[in-house]
């Protein structure tokens, strides 16, 4: 079963704008969340993190934002550049301290524009 | 390069086939993960090892597979026997810097498996 689900397998967004890229989880243990940006023949890039205990955190162009109550997470890129244009990941751990496996959404293709 | 390597890269054999991937994780991290991706699909878990102690494997994980860590630094990711299903990029990654609380997992570049 799929626990963390990106429902948008694409996305078009014009440089300088910003593009959210949205993820949704069912597993209410999950308490550490990944945004990781992969090109085409290479490896998942790690891009950001959080925490269960925080609602927020940036990173230059990056922020992601947690809603807990909603098992929902975003990532905003701000403001979008060709360079980001990729395929984004959203991946979930229980107990990050213990080593537990992410968990990953099958990603969203993000396009941008010049 | 001080980032995670994979290899080969690619590797195509015939069905029935054994074959060998290997990855060389970041120095000083502990954790070493693999992990498998299809097309369309994100990554997905197939086992783990802290130091040389492997302690978890998906259900994914058939008895035609095996990994090693038998130093605790390099690991090894065998398939037996391969099957046209088997066909997919290998994905290593790895973990925490001792000392630290940096749970990111950073990704080698994958090893595309074709199996004819």
């Known amino acids: 079963d799929q626990q963390v689900k990106q429902n948008s397998p694409s996305l078009s967004v014009q440089e300088g704008r910003i593009s959210i890229l949205n993820c949704d989880y069912t597993?209410?243990?999950?308490?550490?969340f990944l945004w990781y940006k992969k090109y085409p023949a290479e490896g998942p890039t790690f891009l950001i993190s959080?925490?269960?205990?925080?609602d927020k955190n940036e990173d230059g162009r990056f922020t992601v934002f947690l809603n807990k109550s909603a098992k929902h997470l975003s990532l905003h890129i701000v403001p979008s550049q060709p360079g980001d244009s990729a395929v984004y990941f959203c991946a979930a751990s229980v107990d990050a301290n213990s080593g537990y496996a992410l968990n990953f959404g099958k990603g969203t293709s993000l396009l941008v524009t010049p | 390069d001080t980032g995670v390597s994979q290899n080969p890269r690619h590797k195509i054999t015939k069905r029935g086939q054994n074959v060998t991937f290997r990855c060389d994780p970041i120095s000083e991290h502990n954790r070493l993960y693999w992990y498998r991706q299809t097309l369309g699909q994100g990554p997905e878990f197939l086992t783990y090892?802290?130091?040389?102690?492997?302690?978890?494997k998906s259900r994914l994980l058939s008895d035609r597979f095996s990994a090693e860590r038998p130093k605790g630094s390099f690991s090894t990711l065998e398939i037996q026997r391969t099957e046209q299903g088997d066909s997919a990029m290998y994905l290593c990654?790895?973990?925490?810097?001792?000392?630290?609380?940096?749970?990111?997992?950073?990704f080698g570049p994958g090893t595309r498996l074709t199996v004819t």
């Open positions: 090892f802290q130091n040389e102690a492997q302690l978890e």
């Open positions: 597993n209410s243990m999950f308490d550490y």
């Open positions: 959080i925490s269960s205990i925080k």
């Open positions: 990654a790895s973990s925490v810097p001792l000392g630290t609380s940096n749970y990111e997992q950073y």
